[in-house]
């Protein structure tokens, strides 16, 4: 099993940045494939970034390529989103999650079996 903390979220102005953290313990972080979603008020829960498995193939929503950056760290058991020249239609609870790099798809929520608390971000115009 993999546990996900978040946290990095917050009140940033348009043009700002954040970067979001998500610390996992358990044992099979190293091994997982990881993946950062969001979800505004009121709309479902959308894919954002992710690594594919447990390589280094990184995939983004169009909305956020270009802005975004998913990292990981396998020795502190952490994924990281640089988030930069945010826009208030960024504005949403951010969620990491992860699921076994063998199986599902990396961009579909529901393929994903652990998931954290989320972390909410507000970009203000």
Do not use: H
Not at 5 to 32: D, H, K, M, N, P
Request: with cysteine; net charge positive.
């Amino acid at each position: 099993q993999v546990q996900l903390v978040e946290s990095g979220g917050g009140l940033v102005q348009a043009g700002g940045s954040l970067r979001l953290s998500c610390t996992a313990s358990g044992r099979t972080f190293s091994s997982s494939a990881m993946g950062w979603f969001r979800q505004a008020p009121g709309k479902e829960r959308e894919f954002v970034a992710a690594f594919r498995g447990i390589g280094t193939s990184t995939y983004y929503a169009d909305s956020v390529k270009g802005r975004f950056t998913i990292s990981r760290d396998n020795a502190k058991n952490t994924l990281y989103l640089q988030m930069n020249s945010l826009k208030p239609e960024d504005t949403a609870v951010y969620y990491c999650a992860a699921k076994s790099p063998y199986s599902g798809t990396y961009y579909y929520p529901n393929d994903y079996n652990y998931w954290g608390q989320g972390t909410k971000v507000t970009v203000s115009s």
